[in-house]
């Protein structure tokens, strides 16, 4: 079957749509913080303006720039188009930028301290920890240059010092997930300093988490933007996490686990993260909360 063209108004659509998860999420406040996606077939970067509230954005506000920001269309784009585009040009694999001030993460970064392996989720950035680039003025290429030079060759994650965080992705559901569970580990870091010394995974306990995220890596493609993908691999999407979170309040975790898997019956010894990996049907998943909502209102 022949793919449809994927056309900008779909990804500007898309960055509408993760503009606003930002504040549901609680990754930003107000304007702060800019998403871009890349177009490299047509040589076009979407990104979110500049000085519009996500929650006042309209799809024909979305940016459209060239690598050199020259606008195309949109709003005056982001003024961290440098960083983007820099970003894009160094890292041909990736086609998404996600970039936060998110509280726990750009604390770490206004202490210049780099986020440790606390937490084996470290790895959904592909390294074993969150380092920080240095400082320059927001919105300079010089930025652009010491993030990217920083951030190197493998790694999708870096905070950026005095500032925030930066996350990328093959695509932006990833780039976006990987900001999400960074400042999910941060804010953990530091709860954890607060009553103790976490203990940090050792590299040998990182080398195999890597292994096997490497496994987790490949997401649904994104075919229709801004509508959620048809088939969910690896990590949860954080609907499917809150939906998981919200059945295991209700049931023992095996029925939980027998009612989201597909196919694919939990084994007694394996834990709950681990028998819940699986793959997911959307259609499936709205179904069980449609059948969901009914029986709590009938209670
Ligand atoms: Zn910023």
């Known amino acids: 079957m022949k793919k449809p063209a994927i056309i900008p108004r779909a990804y500007q659509q898309m960055l509408l749509d993760y503009g606003r998860r930002l504040l ?21 970067i979407a990104i979110t303006p500049s000085g519009i509230d996500y929650d006042r954005l ?5 940016s459209l720039i060239d690598c050199d920001g020259l606008r195309l269309a949109g709003e005056k784009p982001s003024s961290e188009w440098h960083l983007h585009a820099a970003l894009y040009q160094k890292r041909p694999e990736i086609n998404a930028v996600v970039h936060t ?34 400082y320059a003025t927001f919105g300079t290429p010089e930025l652009a240059e010491k993030t990217v030079t920083a951030l ?6 870096i905070l950026m010092a005095n500032h925030g965080l ?18 999910e580990v941060a804010e953990l870091y530091h709860r954890a300093l607060t009553i103790g010394n976490p203990v940090i995974l050792s590299d040998k306990e990182m080398e195999e988490a890597l292994i096997r995220f490497q496994s987790y890596g490949r997401s649904a493609q994104i075919t229709n933007a ?28 095996k029925i939980t686990c027998k009612v989201l898997m597909r196919g694919q019956v939990p084994q007694p010894k394996q834990g709950l ?7 997911f049907r959307w259609s499936q998943i ?14």
Do not use: M, W
């Open 286 to 299: 709205s179904a069980l909360i449609r059948t969901f909502s009914c029986f709590k209102t009938r209670k």
């Open 152 to 157: 190197g060759s493998n790694d999708r994650c």
């Open 58 to 62: 309209k799809i024909d506000d979305i």
């Open 226 to 253: 801004g509508t959620a993908p048809a088939t969910q691999t690896g990590l949860f999407s954080p609907q499917i996490s809150t939906l998981i979170r919200t059945f295991s309040c209700f049931f023992k975790p």
């Open 24 to 44: 549901r999420d609680g990754l930003t406040t107000g304007t702060g913080g800019n998403l871009s996606v890349a177009l490299r077939a047509q040589n076009i």
């Open 273 to 279: 993260a681990a028998r819940t990996q699986g793959h």
């Open 166 to 183: 930066i996350a990328i992705g093959s695509e932006l559901e990833q780039a976006y997930n990987t900001a999400l569970y960074i400042e």
């Open 101 to 134: 001030h998110s509280r726990f993460a750009t604390t770490l970064a206004l202490l210049h301290k780099p986020l440790p392996a606390c937490h084996y989720l470290i790895g959904v950035a592909g390294c074993k920890e969150i380092r920080v680039a240095p």
